[in-house]
């Protein structure tokens, strides 16, 4: 949240989901075993999540969010 913040971004803490950027992405942090039950049906959501590598579909890598430092 922090990084997104220094970019430029507007943060947020939603009702659903930790936080939401810009008005329009809904992230949800949690770790490895972290799936979409709390924002399943919400458009434009993601889970970041830690203790992996690479991301798949709308799962991003907790540790890739440090690029925007």
Known sequence: MNQLRAAGHTVSCPAK???LVDGKW?????GKGKTFRQIKDTPNSF?????????????????LFGFLY
């Open 17 to 19: 989901g930790d936080f």
């Open 47 to 63: 889970i970041a999540y830690d203790d992996v590598e690479m991301g798949v579909g709308n799962k991003i890598p907790l540790w």
């Open 26 to 30: 809904l992230f949800e942090v949690g």
